[in-house]
Every structure is written in structure tokens, then in C-alpha cells.
């Protein structure tokens, strides 16, 4: 099976800077897009930002100049790097990832989630 587990949240004003991590662990043989999503209460998980094996980037409108994505593939590491937080950036970041497992083929996994809370 395989694991993510995202680190990095917390209660930060608006104007400040985050960065969280998910690593992947388990029985990984490769992993293709990775992405961050959060979700507000009371509405649906939304697309931050994904990022490609090759490192492709794609941005939501209302992040981009803000936040920046990027990944370790050595480590199976994801990062999202959040500047200039605003209070609607407040809610539940999850990550994701197309990863070829050991004895499972292609899945999707999604991580915890990690609560951001940006105060005005």
C-alpha cells in the first residue's frame, strides 16, 4: 500500500508564508502527477496546484504569483511553498498522487489533509 502524509499546516496572518510537505511512502514504483486541494467548510475540494514527473506546473487562478509547487522525486516528496496567504486561503490542504505500486498497478491517493488558517 501507499501512504501520504502532508506536515506544514497551521494558523498564520494574512501576509504571512506556509510550506507544507507530503511524503509518500510504501511500495512505490513510480509516481506521475502530484497535486495539492483543499477544501473550505461547506464547499467542495478544489485544484491548488499540480505538478508533473517532469515538473510541469499547473496553477489555480486565485494562487497563482503566490504559491509555488515543486517535489523531490528522490525523496517522494511533494512541497507547497504559500506567500502572501489571504484569509480565503483558510481551509483542510490535501495531497495527491498517481503512483504505481508494487502489487496494485496505477492509483490515486490522498493524504489527511492539513489545516491552514490564515487570520486577518
Known amino acids: 500500500q501507499v501512504q501520504l502524509v502532508e506536515s506544514g499546516g497551521g494558523l498564520v496572518q494574512a501576509g504571512g508564508s506556509l510550506r507544507l510537505s507530503c511524503a509518500a511512502s510504501?511500495?512505490?514504483?513510480?509516481?506521475?502527477?502530484m497535486g495539492w486541494y483543499r477544501q473550505a467548510p461547506g464547499k467542495q475540494r478544489d485544484l491548488v496546484a499540480t505538478?508533473?514527473?517532469?515538473?510541469?506546473?499547473n496553477y489555480a487562478d486565485s494562487v497563482k504569483g503566490r504559491f509555488t509547487i515543486s517535489r523531490d522525486n528522490a525523496k517522494n516528496t511533494l512541497y507547497l511553498q504559500m506567500n502572501s496567504l489571504k484569509p480565503e486561503d483558510t481551509a483542510v490542504y490535501y495531497c495527491?498522487?498517481?503512483?504505481?505500486?508494487?502489487?496494485?498497478?496505477?492509483?490515486?491517493?490522498w493524504g489527511q489533509g492539513t489545516q491552514v488558517s490564515v487570520s486577518s
Open positions: 505538478i508533473t514527473s517532469r515538473g510541469r506546473e
Open positions: 495527491n498522487a498517481n503512483v504505481l505500486g508494487g502489487a496494485y498497478g496505477w492509483n490515486n491517493y
Open positions: 510504501g511500495s512505490i514504483i513510480s509516481i506521475n502527477t
